[in-house]
């Protein structure tokens, strides 16, 4: 069963910081891009950055460009998202998932994990 676990979410000031963990189980991560997403009360859900599963290409959202960081490190099976100078509009649960393809729409891609929650917040 392939499965996707996040962690590292947290209560954190404006200015901040947090890395977000995305382990998988079931599968191996290499032959997949995988994107983080966050869904934020009221709102839908929006794509925040992505890394393929080749050539280490990376996707980032608007709003989070030169904040945000997204890594891989297949011998663990694990992809990060290194979150800095956090604001409040940041605060959401955010997902990772897998897909074939890099991108940021969510219905590229499946095998969402549970979310974790950021709330940015003095």
């Known amino acids: 069963q392939l499965q996707l676990v ?35 009360p009221g709102k839908e859900r929006e794509g925040v950055s992505c890394i393929s599963s080749s050539d280490g290409s990376t996707y980032y959202a608007d709003s989070v460009k ?8 297949n011998a663990k099976n694990t992809v990060y998202l290194q979150m800095n100078s956090l604001k409040p509009e940041d605060t959401a649960v955010y997902y990772c998932a897998a897909s074939g393809f890099l991108g940021l729409h969510p219905g590229l891609f499946g095998s969402w994990g549970q979310g974790t929650q950021v709330t940015v917040s003095s």
């Open 6 to 40: 996040e962690s590292g979410g947290g209560l954190v000031q404006p200015g901040g910081s947090l890395r977000l963990s995305c382990a998988a189980s079931g599968f191996t991560l290499d032959y997949y891009a995988i994107g983080w997403f966050r869904q934020a």
């Open 66 to 73: 030169g904040r945000f960081t997204i890594s891989r490190d």
